[in-house]
């Protein structure tokens, strides 16, 4: 998708605040610092309009960007950030459960792990609990420009073997938002889940 016009809409923290207008929704979730924001910039084609930093946490509300007034891209709060307070984490955790769990207009999710690095724990479970909820799912392993090439297939294996991978509602892709590999591919997982 060519995207001209992206406003973001709104933020929210509870049911009561997301957008009324039926749009589909594709949600990206992650671990704190994994990318999000940055994989929605590349997307979107804006330097830092979903804000990105070196420091994690910075994501701190469910973010609903409106792209071309067709879908929602929603940008969730990162998890697994060991420097935020328990209430806060189980704050994050109420807010994204409440959104995954009830909202009718979510189409997918995009999930984000580090492409240089076994998935966390927190990356397992966040896998398995989307599957539980049988959502279609794009594991994005991100920052794949700090790896070469040649050792993709070695990587991915490992990936998906310790995410236990399903490809029957699971699609896997890498991704570089500094190179935009795997940026047309995304999309068009995107648009086929709209
Ligand atoms: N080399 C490289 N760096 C990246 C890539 N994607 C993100 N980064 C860097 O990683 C850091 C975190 O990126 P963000 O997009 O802010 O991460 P986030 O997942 O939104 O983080 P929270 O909002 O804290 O959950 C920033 O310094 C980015 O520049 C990538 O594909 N390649
Ligand atoms: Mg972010």
Known sequence: MDVHNVDMVMSAVSASQYPTDGKPEIALVGRSNVGKSSLTNTLIQRKNFARTSSQPGKTQTLNFYNVEDKLYFVDVPGYGYAKVSKKQREEFGRMIEEYITSRKQLRGVVSLVDARHEPSDDDVSMYEWLHFYNIPILVVATKSDKISKG?????????????????????FQFFSSETKYGKDQVWQWIEAHM
């Open 151 to 171: 050792k993709f297939n070695k990587y991915e294996s490992n990936i998906k073997r310790v995410l236990g991978f399903d490809s029957d509602d699971s699609d």
